[in-house]
């Protein structure tokens, strides 16, 4: 019904960019929040970044000043533009989706994870 596809991750050097970019398909009414979350081995998942339908946003504080989430509504994708990139910024990070149906119910879907890794 619906599919979240990740890209744009990757190796880069510490003090690197990267942009993730997550695209939502399929019987989309509406979305309201999307986020990135990312799980490094041995740690629990975590929000990095979320950002409603009216454009406010949320971030961690670990990655507040390096990390800017943004989304073009049109398109139904999010982006994540990560620069400042430090060895502990490598994880696995996932997108998210709080939407609607046009069935009319609201579920809350994940991407499949891309991998972004940081080091020399």
């Given at each position: 019904?619906v599919?979240?596809?990740?890209?744009?991750?990757?190796?880069?050097?510490?003090?690197?960019?990267?942009?993730?970019?997550?695209?939502?398909?399929?019987?989309?009414?509406?979305i309201y929040?999307?986020?990135?979350?990312?799980q490094?081995?041995?740690k629990?998942?975590?929000l990095?970044?979320?950002?409603?339908?009216?454009?406010?946003?949320?971030y961690?504080?670990?990655?507040?000043?390096?990390?800017?989430?943004?989304?073009?509504?049109a398109?139904?994708?999010v982006?994540?533009?990560?620069?400042?990139?430090?060895?502990?910024?490598?994880?696995?990070?996932?997108?998210?989706a709080d939407?609607?149906?046009?069935?009319?119910?609201?579920?809350?879907y994940w991407?499949?994870?891309?991998?972004?890794?940081?080091?020399?």
């Amino acid at each position: 019904q619906v599919q979240l596809v990740e890209s744009g991750g990757g190796l880069v050097q510490p003090g690197g960019s990267l942009r993730l970019s997550c695209a939502a398909s399929g019987s989309i009414f509406s979305i309201y929040a999307m986020g990135w979350y990312r799980q490094a081995p041995g740690k629990q998942r975590e929000l990095v970044a979320a950002v409603t339908s009216g454009g406010s946003t949320n971030y961690a504080a670990s990655v507040k000043g390096r990390f800017f989430i943004s989304r073009d509504n049109a398109k139904n994708t999010v982006y994540l533009q990560m620069n400042s990139l430090k060895p502990e910024d490598t994880a696995v990070y996932y997108c998210n989706a709080d939407l609607q149906l046009f069935s009319g119910r609201r579920y809350d879907y994940w991407g499949q994870g891309t991998q972004v890794t940081v080091s020399s």
